[in-house]
């Protein structure tokens, strides 16, 4: 008899009433005989916690006193899972849709390399079908990282970095590694981790045959997005930038921000304001 290695998938939750149950939904729809599910919530106000818990009794459902950002809200499920022997954990966005199959096929292709520690679908928008991650680079000179958008032939495939949008993760990762850093609330937190998993000496695939759908409700917050994009942009590169480049990084930086005085100045960029006060939070935050 084949055994079916434990998987627990782990969806944090924040005010997403309008997305949740097409998540829920599709996630059990899921033909995978050794799975469980787990919905973090990160203080929701707006009744999208009550709603799933109504809906969905068929699950574990968590709620946190405040909301703890991704990673620390995220790392609450990921304890839980490994306390209850969790042979991988599949971290899911609350504003995704999965097809059935899809995680047969990630765990398909792990079992064909045991190098292979994290796995990602390749992920679809959800209202036009393009592809919005299937492979991602991290660009050190200009402090970037960048979704691949191609789609490819192989049945797998090595990236830099797996988005936090869905990622399989093997349990040995976390025993290794420990879990996201909590150093980061919003953003950047999957490419750190990445950077982390590989530095241990696992690779990190993409898996073309495993779809799943992503509405990215996060545009409509663009003022927020862009604040936690800087700052979380920098820590990253703080971090996890290699020694040679560090010179480079600094002298790169004071550019942006003689740009973004510039964009001040002029009043010819609506966000920078928003990006101004993501350079002085920083600064506090390396204090």
Aim: glycine share 6%; proline share 1%; net charge positive.
């Amino acid at each position: 008899m084949k055994s079916f290695p434990k998987v627990f998938i782990v969806i944090l939750n924040y005010n997403g009433r309008d997305v949740i149950r097409k998540c829920l939904a599709s996630v059990f729809k899921i033909d995978y005989p050794s799975l469980e599910v787990v919905m973090v919530d990160n203080n929701s106000n707006d009744g999208s916690f009550e709603l799933a818990r109504s809906c969905f009794s068929k699950m574990t459902f968590i709620k946190n006193e405040e909301n703890l950002g991704f990673s620390a809200g995220n790392n609450v499920g990921i304890r839980y899972a490994l306390d209850r022997a969790a042979d991988w954990v599949l971290l899911l966005n609350n504003d995704t849709e999965v097809d059935k199959d899809f995680l047969d096929k990630l765990l398909g292709a792990a079992e064909k390399d045991e190098a292979v520690g994290m796995l990602s679908p390749v992920i679809f928008e959800k209202e036009n079908g393009k592809i919005w991650f299937s492979g991602g680079k991290i660009k050190w000179l200009s402090m970037k990282a960048e979704h691949m958008r191609q789609a490819k032939t192989e049945d797998f495939f090595e990236t830099d970095f797996v988005s936090g949008c869905a990622m399989l993760v093997k349990r040995e990762i976390f025993q290794r590694v420990g879990l996201l850093d909590e150093d980061f609330f919003l953003y950047w937190e999957d490419a750190d981790f990445s950077v982390r998993v590989k530095k241990a000496g696992f690779k990190l695939a993409v898996v073309s045959g495993a779809w799943i759908y992503h509405w990215e409700k996060s545009e409509k917050l663009k003022k927020n997005k862009v604040y936690w994009l800087v700052i979380s942009g920098l820590i990253f590169f703080k971090k996890n930038a290699p020694r040679h480049l560090k010179g480079w990084l600094c002298f790169y930086v004071k550019l942006r921000k003689m740009k973004n005085w510039i964009d001040l100045a002029r009043g010819r960029n609506e966000l920078a304001e928003t990006v101004s006060k993501a350079y002085r939070d920083f600064e506090k935050y390396i204090r």
